[in-house]
Every structure is written in structure tokens, then in C-alpha cells.
């Protein structure tokens, strides 16, 4: 009874607090969630359990984990700035299967999600977690955070995200693992996403694991591991992306692993100012990919497990890591607003020089064309120079022309390169100077490439200076008869100054001298497919320090002297060579007197070929013997030469 009573008037007590309540004219007042009270405060932390929209006229900060869950909508509107803390894997927004991300950036204002300095690795970036397929199941724990994702719903719908600029992410998880910019955990291809930047991350780019969602422009600059990453069957497709890499030590433009789903890429262009490798494919994957551009990489396509090449088809036809792919920039940044980044400055060189012109080493260089010093004007490229020859065969050389000069000012610690991405023989035409010395072809000779004119009565003509060159990938196939060399010295005189170059896998000639008075000091010659030396036209100009180097079977000599002796003088000459072959060949009446002479695993060491007079050749006092043992020279001590060892 007394228990019964209390509850009654229990009750009755409860029911006068409502009765006021009700008569009371204040409104009840509703319980504010932590979260949502600290959004309209500024600050983005904690699971967000209800419909949100921020403000674009308030700055937010980001200062932990930001969760959106399922069935929940944030919506973030054009010029939203969301700043986060440098607390690195805390610190990161994410989408969890069923929840809902809008984006609603605009060219004009876009959203900013960016740490203070934006340095990377600051922050752990933004994850989309969907219902889509991936080979990895339905329901399967994603690397970063533990988030669950995978189902069955290739059309499943996370949102927008459009014009999205994500600056200083990939915060380590562990050893193995990091956030990206933005990663996509199946997300499907009901999302759209459009418009996205991610600069300066510490991991990749953007990355897919599994799903079905296609992105359309995409703007990568200097993440530091892969720029775009896909793994787990993946299937979309990215149309329009500019990827771009000014620091060294980076991994990748595209990472593929895993199955081959056969994503698409329309038009991706990818630019590095540091080399590195542009496309990888590990395992069975692979993609086909249309409207490819890439500049500045020293490898265009590794099959990193053996994977089949035919899983990759570029531009209709199966990827060919032998090909650098230097097509014309399908994707141009510039027109995209909303990215707001400071870009490479990549300068192309091509057309007439007609008055003096100085490169920057700061920059980068990428010769796209012929391009031809005038008569009159000079070309002085300063040390630690760059130039990124595309492999465009006989259209892409530089050319000094009579009366022109040209400076190349390297030193031994910063050496001016110039070569094609991947230095293969044949990519690119080489160098080519043209004088007024004396030459057995005449005055005004035309010459076997570009239909210079060469040659006059000036044999102390100047066309410049040369110190610390090193030249690759040259030698382009004009036609059946004729070649680009590394370096062509056209009746060049003798008050130019060559010293200290390096000629390294031409198809062709290393050096060849057509008549002049040039003398040259120290030059490395490696892997030259025809002569690494090479004179006709009566040269008669010196040699001190030449170290030939053959490890590819079927070149043809070291040296090979050609038509009239004038007697050039060589002092100090090692070749060596792995692979057999021939060391000196001279044909018809030509000859050298030679000093220092270390011949090293050729099959054959003089060769008269026409049946020349042997005293036409005289090494280390004597005349040439066929059969005489020329390992007995010093060897050129090449210890030193570490400016041969610079690449692009």
C-alpha cells in the first residue's frame, strides 16, 4: 500500500511540472548535441549523428577525428575553409558506409581543407567508405581507421565532392600504412567527384580500393608516394588528370595492384622535373589509357611483378616501356581555377635563336623541336642546367649554325645534361655546331644532317665553349645511310674549347669530327651503337683523355678514321670492351698518331679496312701492328669524372 501510494503521488507530482510547463509561454528547451554545438562554434571533432550544412562565412577547425555516419548528411558549401590541426593520424574527416559527404564547391570558391603550413603528413586527409564491389569482400576493414566498407552496390551514392583543393595530408599510421588525399574505400558510381586537387601529401594522391566511382579533373602535385593509386578491382574511371613532381624520392604518377579491373584513364598528363618512374603495375593489374603525356621521367612503364605488358594499353596499343610516351600535353592546368597552385615552369625550347640567349639552371627545360643558334647570336646555358630532350627522333636537336656560338658552362659538381627521358639510343638528334675552319668537303659544304652549311678558311674560328656535357639517349635514324651523332663538329675551329664531355648510349657516333681544327680534352663514350670516335674530312685537331666503354654487343669501333690523313693526335686513349668487337678502324688513307694506348677485350685491334698504310697509324712511336698487345698503356683514370654519373 505505501509503495503505491508514493507512485501515485509520484505521478501527480509529474503531471503539475508538465501542466506548468505547458501553461508556460517559454518553449521547451531541445538538448544540442556536443558535436553540433562545437560545429557552430568553428571546431569539426567527434560522429556527427545528424543532417548538417557548415557556413561558408566561418572558418572551421579541424582538430581530430571528424565522422560522418550512416544515414547522415554534411553539407559543405562553395568557399568553406576548414583548417587542420597538425596532429597527424588524430586529425582526419570521414565518410562511413551509408553516410552522405556534399561538397558543393564552386571554380569560383572552392573548399580548402588545408593544415596551417600545409606540410605533408599533417593530417590524415578525407575517407569515403561505400556499398560498392571490391575484391577484398562485403564488409572488409580498411587499413586506415579500422572503417568497414564493400557490399554490393556498384551504383551506391556517397555524395559530392566538387571543387575540392586538400593541401599537407598522409599522416603515417605504421610502417606499411598512411592516410591519403582523399581515399575512396568502394565507393560507387552513383558519387560524383569533380574538380579535386591534393598538393604536398606525404602518401598518394588519391587512392581506390575497389569501387566503381570515376573522378573527372584531377590536379597532383608532389605527393610524395604514388599520385594515383588503385587497388582491390577498382573500375572506374579518370578522365582529365595533370599529375606533377618537383621533389625528389617520390614513388609513382599511377600505382596499380592487384586484380586487373581494367579502369580507364581519358587523358592524363604528368610532368617531373626529378625523373622517377610514371607508371607501375604490380601483379596482375593493369588499365587502358588514352591521351597520355609524359615529361621528365626515366621510366615510363615498369611491370613491377613481371605482369603481362598486354594488361596495358596506352593510346589503342600495349604499353612499351622503351617508349617515353612525350606526346603533346593532353590535360592543361591553367584553365582550373579553382586549383590555385604555383606550377612547374617547364620551358620549351624550339624554333630560331637570333640574338643572345642565356638559360636559367632553376628551370626546366624540355627540347620539343630543332632548335637552331643563328649566325650572330650565342645560346650560353649555365651550369646545373637540365634539358629534357623529348624523343622525337631527327626533329628534336640543338644546332649551332656558322658564325652562331654556343656556352655551355657546367662544372664538375654541377654538369649541364641534356637527354631524353629514358636515354635510349635513337630518342633524340643530338648536338650539331657548325664553323668556318678548313674541311676537304670545301667552303660552304652541306652537311648529312639538317642540311647545315659548313666549312670555310678560318681555322682559328671560335663557335663557343664546352665544359662538363653530358649528353644521352642521341644518334635519331635520318635515314638508311645517315645518323645524328652524340656530338657533330663541323669544320669547327680551334679557339673553341670542348672539355669534359660524356656521350652515353647513342645509336650512332659518340663524337664525330668532318674536318676543323677542334681539340678536345676528356671525353667518356659509353655505349655508342657505331663509332665512339669518329673523323673524316681531314680533322687535325687533338684528343687528350678518351675512355671508351662497350658492354652492348654489335657496335662497330672505337675509333674509325675515314678519307685523308691529316694526322689528328690522340694522347691518352683506354677502351675497353665486354663484348668483343673492333677497337680502331681506318679506312682508306686516314691515320692518327696516338700516345698512351690500353686496348681491352676487342676481338680485333687495328683495322685497315681498305688496306691503308700501316705507318699511317703510329701509336707510342711506332707504326700499328694487328697483332701487337696494347694492354700495356695506362688505363685513363676516370675516378675523378663523377660529372658523368649526372642524369636528368
Not at 251 to 270: C, Q
Not at 291 to 310: Q, R
Not at 425 to 450: H, Q, S, Y
Not at 600 to 609: A, F, K, L, R, W
Amino acid at each position: 500500500m505505501k509503495k503505491t501510494a508514493i507512485k501515485i503521488l509520484g505521478l501527480a507530482l509529474l503531471a503539475t511540472v508538465v501542466l506548468t510547463g505547458c501553461n508556460n509561454d517559454d518553449p521547451v528547451p531541445v538538448p544540442v548535441d556536443g558535436v553540433i554545438e562545437a560545429l557552430e562554434s568553428g571546431v569539426m571533432e567527434g560522429e556527427l549523428t545528424e543532417d548538417y550544412s557548415l557556413s561558408a562565412s566561418m572558418s572551421y577547425n579541424l582538430t581530430g577525428s571528424f565522422i560522418i555516419t550512416e544515414g547522415v548528411t554534411l553539407t559543405i558549401p562553395a568557399g568553406t575553409n576548414i583548417v587542420a590541426d597538425n596532429g597527424g593520424t588524430d586529425v582526419y574527416i570521414a565518410v562511413l558506409q551509408g553516410g552522405d559527404i556534399e561538397i558543393m564547391g564552386t571554380e569560383s570558391s572552392p573548399v580548402v581543407m588545408s593544415s596551417v603550413n600545409g606540410n605533408p603528413g599533417d593530417w590524415g586527409g578525407l575517407t569515403i567508405c561505400g556499398n560498392a564491389t571490391t575484391t577484398a569482400g562485403v564488409d572488409a576493414e580498411a587499413e586506415v581507421g579500422g572503417f568497414i566498407y564493400g557490399g554490393t552496390e556498384d551504383s551506391d551514392n556517397s555524395g559530392v565532392v566538387r571543387n575540392l583543393v586538400i593541401i599537407g595530408t598522409g599522416a603515417q599510421i605504421n610502417s606499411e600504412s598512411q592516410y591519403n588525399g582523399v581515399s575512396f574505400y568502394a565507393v560507387g558510381s552513383g558519387t560524383t567527384v569533380e574538380n579535386v586537387a591534393v598538393i604536398n601529401g606525404s602518401d598518394d594522391g588519391v587512392e581506390f580500393f575497389g569501387g566503381t566511382v570515376s573522378v573527372t579533373n584531377l590536379f597532383l602535385q608532389n605527393n610524395e608516394d604514388d599520385a594515383i593509386d588503385w587497388t582491390e578491382g577498382w573500375s572506374g574511371t579518370v578522365t582529365n588528370a595533370y599529375v606533377e613532381h618537383t621533389i625528389e624520392g617520390f614513388s609513382t604518377v599511377v600505382e596499380a595492384d592487384k586484380d586487373n579491373a581494367n579502369p580507364k584513364i581519358v587523358n592524363l598528363t604528368a610532368v617531373s622535373t626529378v625523373g622517377g618512374t610514371a607508371l607501375q603495375f604490380k601483379l596482375e593489374s593493369g588499365a587502358t589509357i588514352t591521351g597520355l603525356s609524359l615529361s621528365g621521367y626515366a621510366t615510363s612503364v615498369d611491370m613491377k611483378d613481371g605482369g603481362p605488358l598486354a594488361n596495358v594499353i596506352i593510346d589503342g596499343e600495349t604499353a612499351d616501356p622503351a617508349k617515353s610516351y612525350n606526346a603533346t600535353a593532353t590535360v592543361d592546368p591553367t584553365a582550373w581555377a579553382w586549383v590555385n597552385a604555383e606550377l612547374a615552369e617547364v620551358v620549351a625550347l624550339n624554333g630560331e635563336v637570333t640574338s643572345d640567349v642565356t638559360l636559367d639552371a632553376s628551370k626546366s627545360y624540355r627540347l620539343t623541336g630543332s632548335y637552331i643558334v643563328k649566325d650572330g647570336a650565342s645560346l650560353t646555358i649555365p651550369a646545373g642546367t637540365k634539358i629534357h630532350a623529348d624523343a622525337g627522333g631527327t626533329e628534336v636537336y640543338i644546332a649551332v649554325l656558322k658564325g652562331g656560338q654556343i656556352f655551355i658552362n657546367g662544372n664538375i659538381d654541377e654538369p649541364v645534361v641534356i637527354a631524353s627521358d629514358l636515354g635510349s639510343p635513337g630518342d633524340w638528334g643530338g648536338l650539331t655546331i657548325c664553323g668556318k675552319a678548313t674541311t676537304t668537303a670545301g667552303v660552304d659544304a652541306e652537311a648529312e644532317v639538317g642540311g647545315f652549311i659548313y666549312g670555310g678558311t678560318e681555322d682559328a674560328d671560335d663557335s663557343g665553349d664546352i665544359t662538363f656535357l653530358v649528353i644521352k639517349g642521341t644518334g635519331a635514324q635520318i635515314n638508311s645511310e645517315s645518323q645524328y651523332n652524340g656530338v657533330s663538329l663541323y669544320a669547327v675551329g680551334s679557339e673553341t674549347k670542348i672539355e669534359n664531355v660524356s656521350v652515353i648510349n647513342g645509336s650512332d657516333d659518340g663524337i664525330e669530327f668532318f674536318g676543323g681544327t677542334v681539340s678536345v680534352t676528356n671525353i667518356y663514350l659509353e655505349n655508342n651503337e657505331d663509332d665512339a670516335v669518329d673523323w673524316t674530312e681531314g680533322w687535325n685537331g687533338t684528343v687528350t683523355n678518351t675512355y671508351i666503354s662497350h658492354t652492348i654487343e654489335g657496335f662497330s669501333t672505337a675509333f674509325e678514321g675515314d678519307k685523308v690523313n691529316n694526322n689528328p693526335q690522340f694522347s691518352n686513349v683506354t677502351a675497353i670492351s665486354t663484348v668483343g668487337g673492333t677497337a680502331l678502324q681506318f679506312k682508306k688513307e686516314s691515320g692518327a698518331t696516338i700516345a698512351n694506348l690500353y686496348l681491352e677485350g676487342y676481338e680485333t685491334n687495328i683495322d685497315m679496312v681498305d688496306g691503308g698504310a700501316l705507318s699511317n697509324v703510329k701509336i707510342d712511336g711506332v707504326d700499328a701492328d694487328p697483332i701487337a698487345n696494347y694492354t700495356v698503356g695506362t688505363k685513363v683514370d676516370i675516378s675523378a669524372w663523377t660529372w658523368i654519373e649526372a642524369g636528368l
